[in-house]
């Protein structure tokens, strides 16, 4: 009896899985693949690095943090339990949330900060996404040891559009500081000037044998001669790009973002805060250790930054260990020059949905300002350029962010704090790059304020990031909460758009762009997910002196385009 009713079961669960869901697929929509739960404990850890202990925030005493695998569609369910001391917030990076947005976890934009000694469950699927992202705290600084991978496999019986590895490894690239970040955050924003360079860059958490007090805290990884292998990079570095290479071994690009792109093959590439690259790498050189560096890249002017780089091994099996291994090389912290090529060479391999018709244009500019400074000090001077504050804006607005979450003021109607006249054009003409009237300290205060930009429902939007030379020209890596935008052009200078060339065809599908130093990207996508969505520079310092914005993106019709209720365990704040 026992194998008859095992039996029926087993045939009501083939039913279920291979009948229902494709007759009910339509109505009851995103349905999940399978669901995956997750308990992640927000705690503080011990740890020693560079000779040095103290105590970080991690998740379940981990870091880099533990790992999200996953298949396309599945339902991802995450308990986040704060046993830390700290507020904070869960982001999952790239993900596209759909009709979810309250599961997106920006502090203060989608959710008030989970506190001690309380949790939030986080809910939501990962509906036609597939490769590598990432999760990270998204509350000051505390990213910097709040982080981990999402890795997500395609469908069972779909295979990689590439030659299948025959290892894959996850390499997450991070900054490490002696200080506390929440109070290294609080200095920089009392000093108005800039964040010390960072102690060391991390690979897996390892600086590699090139720092003070570091040579045996190495990450390697072994391989088989002959094999190929998927490495899975991360950059959840704060305020620095990066620059990375394998001494001797070439680098394949087959996706960037989470989404496949036309293979090329590269010497090194360079990474920003928020991307994620997978390259396929083929162990073809003599049996060895070899260097994998992750260095600078630095485009702006008169910053101090960490230019030692963290180093982890690409070490075959028969390698002698007593040998040194072999130098990468990286190219020199300001080439500008390998970026826009590589940026150049980046193509989806399909682009579909691609919008060509426009229904909002709209054109930020994207940079540094000084703000006057107000401190109590003998001197009335501050750290920034010329005495004053640091700032930084998009259209010359420094967001502030509110005390409630933008999206519980939207979602209940609350008034007084944002204001929807965020500006669609700059409200000033001027030649953004090359600074002028921008002279410091004049006229290059930025206006301070909680502005968003409503979008209606499936509006198609395109939007020009441009750079400008205030205090300095530098590429900045704009990130997209809720959406991947194509990019389908860029250049340096001013946006002129008679002569920009736009690629239609085939342009990579990203959720951060590294808006190229003095120049601009132009970025394009269907505004059909409804909610409140934060766009913002990656490097952490930006952030937190004002280089953000956020999009209400109004709801459509019906079920299927209207954000639904928030879940009942919201944070309160
Ligand atoms: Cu990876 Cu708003 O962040």
């Given at each position: 009896m026992a194998l008859s009713s095992s039996h029926h079961i087993l045939l009501l669960s083939f039913l279920l899985s291979c009948y229902v869901p494709l007759g009910l697929a339509r109505i009851h929509w995103p349905v999940g693949g399978s669901t995956r739960f997750y308990d992640f404990k927000v705690q503080t850890t011990r740890v020693t690095k560079l000779c040095k202990t103290k105590?970080?925030?991690?998740?379940?005493?981990?870091?880099?943090?533990?790992?999200?695998?996953?298949?396309?569609?599945?339902?991802?369910?995450?308990?986040?339990?704060?046993?830390?001391?700290?507020?904070?917030?869960?982001?999952?990076?790239?993900?596209?949330?759909?009709?979810?947005?309250?599961?997106?976890?920006?502090?203060?934009?989608?959710?008030?900060?989970?506190?001690?000694?309380?949790?939030f469950t986080y809910e939501f699927t990962l509906f036609q996404q597939k490769g590598?992202?990432?999760?990270?705290?998204?509350?000051?600084?505390?990213?910097?040891?709040?982080?981990?991978?999402?890795?997500?496999?395609?469908?069972?019986?779909?295979?990689?559009?590439?030659?299948?590895?025959?290892?894959e490894h996850v390499l997450i690239f991070g900054e490490y500081w002696h200080k506390d970040m929440l109070q290294l955050e609080k200095e920089v924003v009392a000093s108005g000037g800039g964040?010390?360079?960072?102690?060391?860059?991390?690979?897996?958490?390892?600086?590699?044998?090139?720092?003070?007090?570091?040579?045996?805290?190495?990450?390697?990884?072994?391989?088989?001669?002959?094999?190929?292998?998927?490495?899975?990079?991360?950059?959840?570095?704060?305020?620095?790009e990066h620059f990375f290479a394998i001494a001797g071994h070439k680098l394949t690009i087959v996706e960037a973002d989470a989404e496949y792109t036309k293979p090329f093959t590269v010497d090194r590439l360079m990474i920003t805060p928020g991307q994620t690259i997978n390259v396929l790498v083929k162990a073809d050189q003599p049996i060895d250790r070899y260097d994998m560096a992750?260095?600078?890249?630095?485009?702006?002017?008169?910053?101090?930054?960490?230019?030692?780089?963290?180093?982890?091994?690409?070490?075959?099996?028969?390698?002698t260990l007593d040998d040194l291994s072999l130098p990468a090389q990286l190219p020199v912290y300001n080439d500008n020059l390998v970026v826009n090529t590589n940026l150049h060479m980046l193509r989806s391999l399909n682009a579909t949905n691609l919008p060509s018709e426009i229904d909002a244009n709209l054109f930020?500019?994207?940079?540094?300002?000084?703000?006057?400074?107000?401190?109590?000090?003998?001197?009335?001077?501050?750290?920034?350029?010329?005495?004053?504050?640091?700032?930084?804006?998009?259209?010359?607005?420094s967001f502030v962010k509110p005390n409630i979450s933008l999206l519980q003021a939207y979602y209940n109607n609350i008034n007084g704090l944002y204001t929807d006249d965020f500006p669609g054009v700059p409200l000033k003409t001027y030649d953004?790059?090359?600074?002028?009237?921008?002279?410091?300290?004049?006229?290059?205060?930025?206006?301070?304020?909680?502005?968003?930009?409503?979008?209606?429902?499936?509006?198609?939007?395109?939007?020009?990031?441009?750079?400008?030379?205030?205090?300095?020209?530098?590429?900045?890596?704009?990130?997209?909460?809720?959406?991947?935008?194509?990019?389908?052009?860029?250049?340096?200078?001013?946006?002129?758009?008679?002569?920009?060339?736009?690629?239609?065809?085939?342009?990579?599908?990203?959720?951060?762009?590294?808006?190229?130093?003095?120049?601009?990207?132009?970025?394009?996508?269907?505004?059909?997910?409804?909610?409140?969505?934060?766009?913002?520079?990656?490097?952490?310092?930006?952030?937190?002196?004002?280089?953000?914005?956020a999009f209400i993106v109004k709801n459509g019709e019906g079920p299927l385009e209207t954000l639904p209720h928030p879940p009942a365990d919201l944070p309160r704040c």
């Open positions: 105590d970080i925030v991690t998740v379940n005493g981990m870091f880099p943090g533990p790992v999200i695998y996953a298949q396309e569609d599945d339902r991802i369910i995450v308990k986040v339990t704060n046993e830390s001391p700290h507020n904070a917030t869960i982001h999952w990076h790239g993900v596209r949330q759909r009709l979810s947005c309250w599961a997106d976890g920006p502090s203060y934009i989608t959710q008030c900060p989970i506190q001690a000694g309380q949790s590598t992202l990432f999760w990270h705290a998204h509350i000051s600084w505390l990213r910097a040891t709040v982080n981990g991978a999402i890795v997500i496999y395609p469908k069972t019986g779909v295979p990689y559009p590439f030659p299948y590895p025959y290892e964040p010390p360079p960072a102690e060391a860059y991390l690979i897996n958490s390892h600086p590699g044998p090139r720092y003070n007090c570091s040579a045996t805290d190495v990450y390697k990884i072994d391989v088989v001669p002959g094999k190929t292998y998927l490495l899975r990079l991360i950059s959840a570095s704060l305020n620095m992750m260095g600078p890249y630095m485009s702006a002017q008169n910053v101090t930054f960490q230019n030692i780089s963290a180093i982890a091994h690409f070490q075959y099996t028969g390698a930020f500019t994207v940079g540094l300002n000084v703000e006057e400074c107000h401190s109590s000090n003998p001197n009335k001077s501050c750290q920034g350029p010329s005495g004053g504050v640091f700032a930084a804006s998009m259209n010359n607005v953004f790059v090359n600074g002028a009237p921008n002279n410091i300290p004049n006229d290059t205060q930025s206006l301070i304020g909680t502005k968003v930009k409503v979008l209606e429902y499936g509006s198609r939007v395109q939007l020009i990031l441009q750079n400008t030379g205030t205090v300095t020209t530098e590429n900045h890596p704009i990130h997209l909460h809720g959406y991947n935008f194509y990019v389908v052009g860029y250049g340096t200078g001013n946006y002129n758009p008679m002569g920009a060339k736009l690629n239609l065809v085939d342009p990579p599908y990203m959720n951060t762009i590294g808006v190229p130093v003095g120049g601009w990207a132009a970025i394009r996508f269907v505004a059909d997910n409804p909610g409140v969505w934060f766009m913002h520079c990656h490097f952490d310092v930006h952030l937190t002196w004002g280089l953000s914005m």
